[in-house]
């Protein structure tokens, strides 16, 4: 005889729950994250079938930032850009595809919240069928005028009202958090439903794996060099600071590039992804607002931290919703014995 399943709760019910905590709440933000979902379920069926039809490969443009734009990386992007605020609750979309924030009907002001993802990350790994992934921020707009502006666009990770990401693997997974903890739910094909299979995720303290393209040494700096030297050998364990790392013994690398993948193994297993400063890119790779910031938030959320080597990455007020940072991001206590590492010597 089938048993019939324990704990069966879908995405839905699991955010109308957390509506309910807020009883003022009016149920636009439990709509955007119902869209999100939505959003993630089209892209998780089209990354699904790549293989099979003609939609894998380049397009042959280049993005706002010069990178080789995929097929999907354009599907994704317009299955956002039409699921998103189906109740008027966006005031403004921004996409790593998209050179100009997209703000919604800035004439009436509706819409409270800012939304800003990146459609598909990873994407460069799609015709080798490696996991690619979906993040996004949410943020509350601050004015209180009819128009938007950039100011409501550029704020701090710390803002943050929601994050998430989509990992589509040899699951499809959705994990978010809306400051209630980090929640992992699965997608079951059959019923077309995320079902809640990762409730309030934690991240150990410290981990055995470390994430970094180590084809970049020649360009990174002397202090980015030694630090991922000390983390391959094992290092000193006599730090000053009571939140240091414990463990002396070197890490193992796991080096997928897909930022999203490899961030989720971390956050489950324990471990550091690092994406230094390197002689070409000064800045990193990747970017604050769709990227850096709203995977922060999760790593927060499950006990883990994110660094630019310097600061908080939930700190960092961007200057351009397309702004880098470096990133160093995981298990808490390793990226804190990396600030401090990386602040102490420059
Ligand atoms: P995207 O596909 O959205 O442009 O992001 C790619 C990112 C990230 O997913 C990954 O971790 C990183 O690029 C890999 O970069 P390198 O090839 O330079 O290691
Ligand atoms: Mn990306
Ligand atoms: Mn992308």
């Not at 939505?38 to 699904?48: G, L």
């Not at 099979?52 to 992007?77: S, W």
């Not at 966006?90 to 790593?96: A, L, R, Y």
């Not at 040494?217 to 000390?230: A, F, K, M």
Request: aromatic residues 8%; hydrophobic residues 35%.
């Amino acid at each position: 005889m089938t048993q019939a399943p324990k704990n069966l709760q879908t995405i839905e019910t699991h955010i109308l729950e957390l509506q309910s905590m807020h009883p003022s709440a009016s149920g636009d933000f439990t709509g955007l994250l119902s869209d999100i979902t939505f959003a993630a379920k089209v892209i998780s069926r089209e990354v699904n079938k790549a293989g099979l039809v003609d939609i894998i490969g380049a397009t042959g443009d280049q993005n706002v930032q010069g990178e080789v734009v995929q097929k999907l990386d354009e599907f994704a992007n317009n299955v956002f850009l039409k699921c998103l605020g189906t109740r008027n609750q966006v005031c403004i979309m921004g996409s790593e595809e998209l050179a100009e924030p997209v703000f919604i009907d800035s004439e009436g002001g509706s819409g409270n919240y800012i939304v800003v993802f990146d459609p598909l990350d990873g994407s460069s790994n799609i015709d080798a069928n490696v996991s690619v992934g979906t993040i996004f921020g949410i943020w509350k707009r601050k004015s209180r005028r009819n128009k938007v502006d950039k100011e409501d666009l550029l704020q701090a990770g710390c803002e943050q009202v929601a994050a998430g990401y989509v990992i589509y693997g040899s699951s499809t997974m959705f994990v978010y958090t809306a400051g209630h903890g980090v929640h992992g739910f699965t997608l079951d094909p059959s019923l077309g439903e995320f079902l809640l299979s990762h409730e309030h995720i934690t991240t150990p303290f410290t981990g055995k794996i470390y994430s970094v393209n180590e084809a970049y040494e020649p360009q990174w700096s002397p202090e980015v060099r030694e630090v991922v030297r000390q983390i391959k050998y094992g290092h000193d364990t006599k730090s000053q600071r009571t939140d240091a790392p414990t463990s002396g013994a070197g890490k193992s690398t796991r080096y997928i590039g897909s930022l999203v993948a490899d961030f989720h193994r971390n956050l489950l297993y324990g471990g550091i992804y690092l994406y230094p400063p390197t002689k070409n890119k000064t800045q990193g790779k990747l970017r604050l607002m769709c990227e850096a910031a709203p995977l922060a938030m999760i790593a927060e959320g499950a006990g883990g931290y994110a660094s630019d080597g310097k600061q908080n990455i939930m700190d960092i007020v961007p200057t351009d919703m397309h702004m880098r940072v470096p990133l160093y991001i995981g298990s808490r206590g390793d990226v804190m014995w990396i600030e401090n590492e990386l602040s102490k010597k420059g």
